[in-house]
């Protein structure tokens, strides 16, 4: 679809590398180092595994083509791309779902995404207390009921935005085409060590090796959880992004290809972190905890263990870098294209929204930890309402709108890049996104709800 007269000219991704380097930053983050492991070791290891495996396939990978098809199809933003499909009725207004929940997702990880920079550093400078899991949650403490909380998180958002306001090719590309490669040579690098710890037969065989009488129902509403999250599925980020597509990008396989990648950093964190449950009697259920507490403490007990914690939080930092500066691409794309500002005005009026958030957030562990709202701090109450209920609805919306309301030609012309290719799942997907993906979203946002 072209620009239409009086749209600006909208930005291009220069290489396909590129697009699927940047589509793969956004959605690999924390949650696929610590929270898959996480996941997967409640629920089971390999049973979990699977049937993760297949709800990306039933789910995520038909969410996604359904994003890439409204942003690529329409060159707009997530609340012009509704309103382009649908230019009467509400389902415009489905897109300040996703602007809202970017804004809260910033403001909540970014403060985490600020703890790993001052881990980094401070596991460069050798200043990591490795004598124990205790002296390192003492540590932890000490930082995020503090000023430099604050400050780290204010840090990390500016180098979030210096991203960003390079723009699409020179910024968000650019960025993706160095960090993205970065990351995985660390998680191989991680993988390879994992390799010579006493435990790693048997974390591997609790990862891969299925136990399925462990399978039930609450296993598999887990990996219907972490599929959907893991993707960055009902956000918005895979439809702006994808509103940056070149024409004859391939929306099928440029998002199995995003899923399968995004997949397997969620598969070489699990490898990365069971040997070392295994080796040293931990848990893997710790969640951050696992993370900023007993890692450094299994680091300490390796070889050169200030160089790979200085490494594991460059790591985590990578992947928080590239989430947030997709995320923060919903609201500017909105701005630029809706409210017509100035890339440089749409950066820092984002800016601005996020650094207040980031600081309430940041704050309420320390000095605003007593202000509540229904009986959660600002960093709970914002990652609640994102992640258990803006991004489901959201999902929901999606797969509704592009299953049912849009018209059947729009997706059959975008998945064939009309009609270039052939794309013999066309059924198959309609099918996904009319009844197995809104099904599927509605378990997950009824069991987070505690409602299943």
């Given at each position: 679809m ?16 590129g ?8 959605s690999?983050?924390?949650g ?14 390999g ?10 396939a039933?789910?995520?990978?038909p ?31 489905s ?10 997702i ?6 985490v995404?600020?703890?790993t ?42 180098i979030?935005?210096?991203?960003v306001?390079g ?12 960090m993205?490669?970065?990351l ?15 435990g ?7 990862l891969?090796?299925?136990?399925f ?47 399968l ?28 905890a ?8 299994v ?36 701005f630029?294209d ?6 440089r ?5 984002s800016?601005?929204v996020?650094?207040a ?11 605003l930890?007593?202000?509540?709202l229904?009986g ?35 997706l ?6 009309h ?19 809104p099904t ?13």
């Amino acid at each position: 679809m072209k620009n239409e007269p009086g749209q600006k000219p909208r930005a291009i991704f220069a290489t396909r590398f590129g697009a699927i380097a940047a589509i793969v930053g956004s959605s690999v983050g924390l949650g696929n180092i610590w929270r898959f492991p996480y996941e997967a070791g409640i629920h089971g290891g390999g049973a979990f595994l699977i049937c993760y495996l297949v709800c990306v396939a039933l789910l995520g990978i038909p969410v996604m083509c359904a994003e890439f098809a409204m942003g690529r199809g329409t060159r707009r933003n997530i609340f012009g791309a509704y309103k382009k499909l649908r230019p009467t009725g509400k389902w415009q207004l489905s897109g300040y779902i996703g602007i809202l929940a970017s804004f809260l997702i910033i403001s909540f990880y970014s403060v985490v995404a600020g703890w790993t920079v001052e881990f980094c550093i401070q596991s460069a400078m050798g200043s990591i207390d490795f004598t124990g899991a205790e002296a390192n949650h003492e540590q932890f403490l000490t930082l995020i009921t503090g000023w430099r909380s604050v400050i780290w998180t204010v840090v990390f958002l500016i180098i979030n935005f210096v991203v960003v306001s390079g723009g699409v090719t020179k910024g968000i590309e650019r960025m993706a085409n160095v960090m993205m490669p970065l990351l995985f040579l660390l998680l191989i690098a991680f993988c390879v060590n994992a390799f010579f710890m006493p435990g790693f037969n048997e974390g591997i065989a609790f990862l891969f090796k299925p136990d399925f009488s462990k399978l039930t129902p609450s296993v598999i509403l887990g990996a219907l959880g972490q599929a959907f999250f893991s993707l960055s599925l009902g956000l918005g980020c895979m439809m702006t992004y994808s509103s940056y597509f070149k024409e004859d990008t391939r929306l099928a396989s440029t998002a199995a290809t995003s899923a399968l990648l995004d997949t397997s950093v969620a598969i070489l964190a699990g490898i990365i972190i069971f040997p070392a449950v295994f080796s040293f009697g931990l848990s893997p259920q710790a969640g951050p905890a696992l993370v900023f507490e007993v890692l450094p403490y299994v680091f300490s007990q390796l070889p050169g263990g200030m160089m790979w914690a200085t490494l594991f939080f460059l790591l985590l930092f990578l992947a928080s870098i590239t989430s947030t500066v997709s995320m923060s691409e919903i609201s500017i794309s909105y701005f630029c294209d809706e409210k017509k500002l100035t890339r440089r005005k749409a950066t820092l009026l984002s800016a601005s929204v996020a650094f207040a958030g980031g600081l309430l957030c940041a704050l309420s562990f320390g000095p605003l930890s007593e202000a509540t709202l229904f009986g959660m701090t600002a960093f709970d109450l914002f990652d609640y309402t994102a992640s258990n209920i803006l991004l489901p609805v959201g999902g929901f919306i999606c797969a509704i709108f592009v299953g049912w309301k849009v018209d059947r030609k729009f997706l059959a012309n975008q998945m064939t890049n009309h009609g270039r290719h052939s794309f013999p799942l066309l059924g198959a997907l309609r099918f996904c996104l009319r009844f197995i993906a809104p099904t599927a979203i509605l378990l997950i946002f009824l069991n987070s709800l505690g409602l299943l």
